[in-house]
């Protein structure tokens, strides 16, 4: 009598301890995420020395600084979709060489149009790769570990946003700006071909798209703890609404979460944005040197690494949504106590480090939460739509700090209405029903890894 293995994959994953393969992803998640983070920030520690070289207003270097946010909406918007008809790995390594490429190519940039119209390029790349790394993560880690594990690939986001300002700090003054940029654009380019030989394709992907069985037993042994059998045959049991990945998250049982993730997201970013692009050129006007300003700016991100793993920590052991609302609330109150200290008050630097904690950690855990929320045909769109329509918020942030701080507005009052949007944000994430317990749901319901069939 023939027996056939009926092997269910997230059962499987879910059932088992780490492999190699799988820390391995979430190392080369991780340096795509710091690569993200670098590009991301780089420009608020330039702007000071850039808007001195070119003799522009703080205004005009706005456009700049809101040209990449502007970019990271379109590679978001599209690059879901389109992760989701042909595959992660497939838009992640193209999402990564567009923007390494490009950052490489702006520090060489010759006027602010020049500028603006790469860092737009640039923001394409940019938006196409974080979403993906989310995915890709969800879909290849037990869901007992998920939002710790996905928030430590974040580590990477906040590790490179924080590591440039001291690499700007340093190389600035000894060899200006554009070296700097040139750095943010050979990093992601020296890990391309690391992506290419070993990031695997998602497993639940495959599956859904009907590819090979021996092709999905290949990556499965990669990461299962012993041998599959050549007769074993692989499902993933999730509901899908719509063959559209779009039209997903559009139906009744998803619609509500999916706008509280778009609120939450898009304040969540107006808050992380203006601070990171526009506090080291307001610390500058109040006195500061360039280096203080660029180490304590650092800060905030510095925050955001603890923020990360006791977000994902607390978000695995307790619901998701209310851990990230108490960060964001807490994060409003740190703005209101930074706001009022003002620049030059002694807890200036742990006023920024804490906000950094808050903040950062609640954005990173609504990164973790997202995934949750969608079964794998709208995964990847699902998250790419939060992160594209939320990053209106970073183009508002990044933009309207340069037009406040023109008008005359002090520290003080931009930094302490911060606190409206970062309640925002909290409020946001607890009027969204938790879709993703249907996912969870369905993976409690699934069968067994492996069931014998004759």
């Known amino acids: 009598m023939n027996h056939t293995e009926k092997i269910d994959v997230r059962a499987l994953i879910d059932q088992q301890g780490m492999s190699a393969t ?49 970019g990271l909406v379109f590679g978001a918007l599209f690059a879901g979709p389109m992760s989701d008809r042909i595959g992660r790995k497939t838009v992640l390594v193209t999402a990564v060489a567009i923007f390494g490429v490009l950052t490489l190519i702006t520090a060489f940039s010759s006027n602010p149009t020049q500028m603006a119209i790469l860092r737009f390029l640039t923001g394409i790349g940019l938006g196409a790769a974080m979403p993906n790394t989310t995915t890709l993560i969800a879909e290849f880690v037990p869901e007992k570990r998920k939002s710790f594990l996905i928030t430590v690939m974040f580590l990477g986001f906040a590790i490179g946003s924080a590591g ?17 940029l040139m750095f943010g654009g050979i990093l992601p380019l020296v890990l391309l071909p690391l992506l290419i030989i070993f990031l695997p394709e998602s497993v639940r992907f495959m599956l859904l798209k009907g590819k090979a069985q021996d092709k999905i037993r290949r990556t499965l042994n990669r990461i ?37 993730l778009w ?74 106590v930074l706001g009022m200290g003002g620049v030059l008050s002694s807890g200036l630097g742990v006023c920024v480090f804490a906000a950094g904690v808050c903040m950062n950690g609640a954005q990173t855990g609504l990164n973790a939460f997202a995934p949750t929320c969608y079964p794998t045909a709208a995964r990847a769109t699902g998250v790419s739509w939060m992160q594209g329509m939320g990053r209106f918020g970073s183009i508002l942030g990044s933009s309207i700090g340069g037009a406040l701080v023109g008008m005359g507005w002090g520290f003080t009052g931009i930094i302490t209405c911060l606190a409206i949007p970062a309640l925002a944000a909290g409020a946001a994430v607890l009027m969204g029903k938790r879709i993703g317990d249907n996912d969870n749901n369905s993976a409690m319901a699934s069968t067994p890894p492996v069931a014998s069939k004759s």
């Not at 080369?28 to 070119?54: N, Q, R, T, Y």
């Not at 049991?237 to 619609?255: A, D, I, M, N």
């Open 164 to 180: 440039v300002g001291f690499i700007a700090a340093y190389l600035t003054p000894l060899y200006g700006w554009h070296t700097v």
């Open 22 to 70: 799988q820390w391995l992803i979430i190392a080369l998640c991780f340096g795509i995420v710091a690569a993200d983070g670098i590009d991301v920030a780089i420009m608020g520690f330039l702007a000071p020395e850039i808007i001195a070289d070119w003799g522009i207003t703080k205004a005009a270097f706005g456009l700049i600084m809101g040209a990449a946010p502007f």
């Open 263 to 336: 609120l939450t997201y898009f304040m969540g970013l107006l808050v992380i944005y203006l601070i990171t692009s526009w506090l080291p050129t307001m610390m500058k006007d109040a006195g500061l040197s360039i280096k203080q300003a660029a180490n304590i700016t650092a800060l905030f991100q510095t925050g955001g690494i603890i923020g990360a793993l006791s977000t994902g920590w607390l978000m695995d052991r307790f619901k998701p949504t209310k851990i990230i609302a108490i960060g964001y609330a807490l994060g409003a109150a740190c703005i209101v």
């Open 224 to 260: 299962s703890q012993q041998p599959l059998s050549p007769q074993a045959e692989f499902f993933c049991t999730e509901p899908v609404q719509s063959k559209k990945p779009l039209g997903v998250l559009f139906t009744p049982s998803y619609v509500k979460t999916t706008l509280a």
